[in-house]
Structure formats: C-alpha cells, structure tokens
Nanobody
Framework: EVQLQASGGGLVETGGSLRLSCAASGFSFDDYYIGWFRQAPGKEREAVSCINMRDAKTIYAGPVKGRFTISSDNAKNTVYLQMNSLKPEDTAVYYC????????????????WGQGTLVTVSS
C-alpha cells in the first residue's frame, strides 16, 4: 500500500523554526518529485516547495523563498522541509505530495497526497 506520512508540525512562536518530515512507504521516492503544499483555515491550498529526487533541483513559492529549505534523504525515503523565521501567516496544515511528472506549483500535477501536519505560528 502506498502511503505518505507527514510529521513534525506543532506550535511555535514567530521567528521560530520547525522541520517537517515526509516519509513514504510502499514505494521509493527515487524517481519522483516530492512537494509540500499548505492550506490555511478559510484559504485555498497553495504550493510551498518541491524537490526533484533525481537531481535534487528545487523550487520554492515566493512567500517562503529564503526561509524554507527542502531536502531529501534518499536512503531513508524521506523528504524534509526546514522552516525558519516562521510568521503567523505560515500557519496551515502542511501536506506532502508526489508527482511522477515534474515539480509544479499546481496541485493537479500531484497524484499522491499524504495526511497533513498542522503548523501553528503564534504572534
């Protein structure tokens, strides 16, 4: 069974840091594109970042560029999202997602969605 498990969310103060993890079971990340999306209460989901597991190329959405870093540990079949300088507007449920086509800021490019992990940034 193919599963994605996101973890690492929690409550943090403005300016703080968190590291999210996305672990896969049932398949290998090696040939895929692994991304993060987020959805804040009352808002549409938005892309955060994505990494090409073949060559480690990454993309970042404008609001998180320079603050968030996506990385991978292929041996552990895990992708990380290091989030620094967190702001209240980063509060959202974060989802890890998988595409077999490319990294994209469009949600419909991703075929597998994991359960989210909640990040709350207090002001």
């Amino acid at each position: 069974e193919v599963q994605l498990q996101a973890s690492g969310g929690g409550l943090v103060e403005t300016g703080g840091s968190l590291r999210l993890s996305c672990a896969a079971s049932g398949f290998s990340f090696d040939d895929y594109y692994i991304g993060w999306f987020r959805q804040a209460p009352g808002k549409e989901r938005e892309a955060v970042s994505c990494i090409n597991m073949r060559d480690a190329k990454t993309i970042y959405a404008g609001p998180v560029k320079g603050r968030f870093t996506i990385s991978s540990d292929n041996a552990k079949n895990t992708v990380y999202l290091q989030m620094n300088s967190l702001k209240p507007e980063d509060t959202a449920v974060y989802y890890c997602v998988v595409s077999d086509r490319s990294c994209s800021f469009y949600a419909d490019r991703y075929d597998i969605w994991g359960q989210g992990t909640l990040v709350t940034v207090s002001s």
